[in-house]
């Protein structure tokens, strides 16, 4: 198998052909977005465990998603139900289940490294905080986590970069974990531009959504009119972002 090498570019046409896949079967992928946003409020519910199933989950719901879209190309109704019956019927419950369990372990790994060695600045800036003041000043605390915090950050890419592409390999091309891992660590690394305006495009369109909302708040609209109008547009937001996925993965390793 051979990774592609794209350019910059690409990242864009990404987030293009993403909202391309959404606009063909629009209803279809928003009630798959409302269905994961549903699973996401019931494991903030349990917490501890639940956080940490939903992220042990999240291989099986990046392929279910995947396979959603390729119905969608295929030009094949694409139901809930049945993306959870490709999954139980794929083979791979046992595989992505485990992929999701070292990935949980890969996260938590980076943050005892991230954070350990700065424990003792940081409790020491959290005890010189004066919580019984009119006005406690954090800086001395937000100061001792940076350091920590962009090591995480720097750590957390490079197990993005790993996990990325391995569900789909993992399901559609019979690899196990570690070759999975490396093939898709190997394709972000060769894309790595493509990646960086592809994570900036999202993110102006969330800044976007975000504005529009405080916009409509700043001419006097009432807060709950406009949670109300933000909610759909932040679940098919979340949708054009899901059927993105796809060509990532299309255009790098080809069509399954």
Known sequence: MQAKSLTPLAGWYWV????????RQPIAMFTWALAIGLVVLLASLMVPIGPVMFVVLMPSITMMTLHACRQIENGT?????????????????????????????????????????????IAEAAQAVDVTGPS?????????????????????LLIAALFWHAPVLI??????????????????WRNKGAFVLYGLVWAVLLLA???????????????????????PLNFALAAGLYCSFYPTYTTV???P
Request: net charge positive; hydrophobic share 60%.
């Open 77 to 121: 109704p694409v139901k809930v139900l049945g993306l959870v019956q490709a999954w139980r019927n794929s083979g791979k419950v046992r595989p992505l289940l485990v992929a999701g369990a070292v990935y949980v372990a890969s996260v938590l790994l980076a943050g005892l490294l991230a954070f350990v060695p700065f424990l003792g600045s």
């Open 16 to 23: 293009r052909d993403g909202f391309r896949l959404f606009r």
């Open 171 to 188: 399901a559609w091309h019979d690899m196990d974990l570690r070759k999975a891992m490396f093939f898709s660590g190997i394709a972000c």
């Open 253 to 255: 390793f080809g069509e």
């Open 136 to 156: 406690a000043d954090m800086a001395p605390f937000f100061a001792a986590l940076q350091m920590p915090l962009a090591i995480f950050g720097v750590l957390y």
């Open 209 to 231: 959504l975000e504005l529009f909302a405080r916009l409509l708040s700043g001419i006097g609209l009432p807060g709950e009119f406009v949670g109300i109008l933000q909610m």
